[in-house]
């Protein structure tokens, strides 16, 4: 399934002539098949996966965030129903970068596509 993805991937930045293909994305695809990992370690990739992932498919996108106070760890989940990529962290900083994410996607949804 991974590999048919990035097929597809390809094949629409060639036929649309797209200059770049988004570099996260088939990062992050590979690293799947090669790792079996779900966890991002690096926030920069998970926000630019988690913004390939809606403009992909923007219908099936979900986001949810779960804080657990006894842990301190929050998770984040990205998910379209086919692939899942999350984030954990249990630094305080990370709110701000959920604030980010948050308005990233609010400003992708308002807009007219």
């Given amino acids: ?17 797209e200059t770049r293909p988004n570099f996260y994305y088939f990062v992050y695809l590979l690293s799947l098949i090669a790792m079996r990992k ?3 370690d690096n926030w920069d990739d998970f926000y630019a996966a988690s913004e ?10 979900r986001y949810t965030m779960k804080y657990r106070h006894c842990d301190g760890k929050m998770v984040l989940k990205v998910t379209n129903n086919a692939l899942v990529i999350k984030y954990m962290s249990d630094q305080g900083q990370d709110a701000k970068k959920l604030e980010k994410l948050n308005s990233m996607l609010m400003r992708h949804m308002v807009t007219k596509s």
Avoid: K
């Fill in 1 to 17: 399934w991974y590999l048919r993805r990035v097929r597809e991937a390809v094949v629409s930045t060639q036929s649309t002539g």
């Fill in 52 to 61: 390939q992932l809606y403009l992909d498919e923007p219908s099936a996108f």
């Fill in 38 to 40: 779900s966890y991002f």
